[in-house]
């Protein structure tokens, strides 16, 4: 069956609008900090996809896909304030961090404000599954971040629990937009249980490539600091199957980049994960996680009340895998 784009029911336009509206909102004492935040715009990937499934599923309330998109995308970018202060870190898309301008302990507030007005709208919505399918994705974000912090600078993790912590930290968002949309949408449980295994493949697959960015782009193709994941002390899929290749030789060239955290250092790591094969082994992976979505999404569409919109959602894959440099697809050119 040939499936076409079609015009979804809300634009990333209005959902824009309306994260604004909700942050522009705020008491005086926090707005200053919170129009900081609106100035860091992302791909804002997770509401186009609430916004797909939405559509794809049925013919949804444009206002309640609006704010419950918007109300996601509020709990993501609060998780990536409390990233700054643990992380330490001093930029985020080009930006100063909160925590680096006004400390931690104002960032750390201002990232739970935000979440405290995403539940707020959220109630406005008057509807207890979306509620309960959010909060039960902010807990498990949580989950993942502890985690995460247990395990720095373990070269040691096992690919087993890497996964494990980005199922819960970055899975479990994918998980709720795609879930929530088919919800919004009218969609049944089976049809619900679908989309939401969609989205934590989905969301694995864009970590790991997230992992493959870090080590494999330059800073001004990045458009940010590279790297960062082995200066904050995180594992990442690239460095544990390395570490499966050579524990000695991995350990000796982080350790000489956490110590110098020069050029120099990070070529030469960068080297290794490619004579270990150990990038051509973590974009493998993304693939198959890749693939498992577009198996789930099939899967999907005989429930579908608008299959057009699949296509949409199948471009998103594309876009996330085409973000890796060809020479690490194995493309030429």
């Known amino acids: 069956m040939e499936i076409t784009k079609a015009r979804c029911s809300v634009t990333l336009d209005e959902v824009e609008a309306a994260l604004r509206d909700i942050l522009f909102g705020s008491d005086q004492l926090v707005l200053d900090y919170v129009r900081e935040v609106a100035q860091g715009v992302g791909k804002r990937l997770r509401p186009q996809l609430l916004i797909s499934f939405a559509d794809l599923l049925g013919n949804p309330d444009p206002r309640t896909v609006m704010n419950t998109a918007a109300c996601c995308e509020l709990l993501h970018t609060a998780s990536l304030i409390h990233d700054d202060v643990i992380d330490e870190a001093e930029t985020r898309r080009g930006l100063a961090t909160l925590s680096s301008r006004y400390g931690n302990e104002i960032a ?62 970055t899975g479990a968002l994918f998980a709720l937009v795609c879930e929530g949309g088919a919800y919004l949408g009218g969609a049944d449980e089976a049809a619900m249980a679908l989309a939401r295994e969609f989205g934590m493949s989905f969301g694995l697959g864009f970590q790991v490539v997230d992992d493959l960015l870090d080590v494999t782009l330059t800073q001004d193709k ?61 974009m493998g992976k993304a693939e ?30 594309a876009q996330v895998t085409g973000s890796v440099p060809k020479w690490v697809r194995g493309k030429r050119g």
């Open 108 to 169: 750390v507030i201002t990232g739970d404000y935000i979440l405290a007005l995403a539940f707020q709208r959220l109630t406005r919505i008057r509807d207890f599954t979306v509620l309960e399918l959010t909060m039960a994705a902010s807990k498990q974000l949580g989950l993942g971040v502890i985690e995460e912090v247990r395990y720095r600078n373990r070269l040691d993790l096992p690919e087993e629990r890497y996964f494990e912590i980005i199922r819960y930290k």
């Open 222 to 282: 990045a458009g940010k600091p590279t790297f960062k994941d082995l200066q904050e002390g995180r594992i990442t899929l690239p460095i544990i199957h390395a570490v499966s290749v050579d524990a000695e030789k991995t350990g000796e060239l982080v350790a000489a980049f956490q110590r110098e955290r020069s050029d120099d250092t990070a070529a030469r790591v960068r080297e290794w994960l490619v004579e270990s094969g150990s990038l051509k082994y973590a």
């Open 288 to 317: 198959e996680l890749f693939a498992q979505a577009g198996v789930e999404l099939e899967r999907l569409m005989p429930m579908c009340g608008r299959p057009q919109f699949a296509a949409g959602i199948s471009d998103s894959i």
